[in-house]
């Protein structure tokens, strides 16, 4: 499967982006996300297809959300390293307290 994506950057929030078909813009994309989002500006468009490497995402996820969805949102590399955080912690905290 190939198509032609579109892909919007946020001006809310730093690093977050908006991948859509070309063909169908933004008319799936829920009325609450582009609320949050802001007004998309439009930053690239692109064919995508498995065997292209996308750097924060994996291709074959962003496809299947294209079809199912209409969209795919690209939240910013840091947001996913702080989300994680507390679970390290509190893994490091239980075998601490186990270990003693």
Avoid: I, N, W
Avoid at 30 to 37: K, Y
Avoid at 39 to 64: G, H, W
């Amino acid at each position: 499967m190939k198509l032609l994506c579109e892909v919007f950057r946020s001006p809310r929030k730093e690093g977050m982006y908006l991948f859509v078909k070309r063909e169908e813009g933004l008319e799936r994309v829920p009325e609450a996300l582009l609320s949050m989002f802001g007004d998309p500006e439009s930053a690239l468009v692109f064919a995508l297809e498995p065997s292209r490497k996308l750097a924060l995402a994996d291709t074959v996820t962003v496809l299947a959300a294209l079809e199912s969805e209409g969209y795919y949102v690209q939240m910013p590399p840091g947001k996913r390293e702080s989300a994680s955080e507390p679970r390290e912690q509190s893994l490091t905290t239980k075998g601490e307290t186990d270990a003693h």
